[in-house]
């Protein structure tokens, strides 16, 4: 299975950006699915999640502003980002996870950049 995540890019403060994340080699679909970010010099740190249900959870920064959905059946997670701020600059990453047979199989997208900045 591989995450391909795309989207991200460089836009000024007050802009916005969607980011996608397809899932590849399995139509098997996936329990939770998250977005992380990792900023230069920081821990990466959960931005939002989504269950298979639809259930959410947001980070407090971004509540608001970030909007997580996803597409099961099409295997897809998406990241709706608006009034974006310099310090949302950041590597974003997709995580997504599914149990199978009781193993947890956890996988990661290769990451893309956000800029934010004027």
């Known amino acids: 299975v591989q995450l391909q995540a795309y989207g991200g890019g460089l836009v000024q403060p007050g802009g916005s950006l969607r980011l996608s994340c397809a899932a590849s080699?399995?139509?098997?679909?996936?329990?939770?699915m998250a977005w992380y970010r990792q900023a230069p010099g920081k821990q990466r740190e959960l931005v939002a999640s989504?269950?298979?249900?639809?259930?959410?959870n947001y980070e407090d920064s971004v509540k608001g502003r970030f909007t997580i959905s996803r597409d099961n059946a099409r295997n897809q997670l998406f990241l709706r980002m608006r009034l974006l701020k310099p310090e949302d600059t950041a590597v974003y990453y997709c995580?997504?996870?599914?149990?199978?047979?009781?193993?947890?199989?956890?996988?990661w997208g290769q990451g893309t950049l956000v800029t934010v900045s004027s």
């Open positions: 995580n997504a996870v599914r149990v199978v047979l009781a193993l947890v199989e956890n996988y």
């Open positions: 989504i269950t298979r249900g639809g259930q959410t």
């Open positions: 080699g399995s139509r098997r679909s996936f329990d939770d």
